[in-house]
T-cell receptor, first 109, second 115 residues
């Protein structure tokens, strides 16, 4: 399975943008890049996914490098409610999701 | 739309006892997943159902864990007998499809403590 590498933790100030990096140098051509997050004492929730092009939704933006070996989840204005563990996951069509340890995001007021 | 329901939310048992967890997925979702999440780690897939058939149970410790999904809706996960290392949060998730980059919806989980 293609693996991802994320920093263990990051900090951000409230109301500022946050860029969460993910390296996936062994990504295959059919792997989708998924991001989920897990708030304290809750199950993970879907954030965004993409294949080759950058993606935007109401929660975040996903910037994918041209060679697809890395991606960045962008939260445009962090709030205290965005404090969570963020998981970057590669998933081929029909395959299961393999979670890593993720990045723990702390948002300071 | 109601989310994925799980019960109980918390369970404390002694080692060698048995325990069962229940999951009710989102209505209409054909695919159901059980994950185990040990403290400080990401969730690990235990078993995946498509309707009431097993798609993937390669990471399920079958000597003590079992799961079923009767009638393709609700599911139960059982541990018999429990070990100390089974202490974890057990998460149930569902999705509309199995294939494609489909979104998985997770329940709140059941936190199991084995003493």
């Amino acid at each position: 399975d293609a693996k991802t590498t994320q920093p263990n933790s990051m900090e951000s100030n409230e109301e500022e943008p946050v860029h969460l990096p993910c390296n996936h140098s062994t990504i295959s051509g059919t792997d989708y890049i998924h991001w989920y997050r897990q708030l304290p004492s809750q199950g993970p929730e879907y954030v965004i996914h993409g294949l080759t092009s950058n993606v935007n939704n109401r929660m975040a933006s996903l910037a994918i490098a041209e060679d697809r070996k890395s991606s960045t989840l962008i939260l445009h204005r962090a709030t205290l409610r965005d404090a969570a563990v963020y998981y970057c996951i590669l998933r081929d069509v029909g395959n299961d999701m393999r979670f890593g340890a993720g990045t723990r995001l702390t948002v300071k007021p | 739309e109601a989310g994925v329901a799980q019960s109980p939310r918390y369970k404390i048992i002694e080692k060698r006892q048995s325990v069962a967890f229940w999951c009710n997925p989102i209505s209409g979702h054909a695919t159901l997943y059980w994950y185990q999440q040990i403290l400080g780690q990401g969730p690990k897939l235990l078993i995946q159902f498509q309707n009431n058939g097993v798609v993937d149970d390669s990471q399920l410790p079958k000597d003590r864990f079992s799961a079923e999904r009767l009638k393709g809706v609700d599911s139960t996960l059982k541990i018999q007998p429990a070990k100390l290392e089974d202490s974890a949060v057990y998460l149930c998730a569902s999705s509309f499809h199995t294939s494609g980059p489909n979104e998985q919806f997770f329940g709140p989980g059941t936190r199991l403590t084995v003493l």
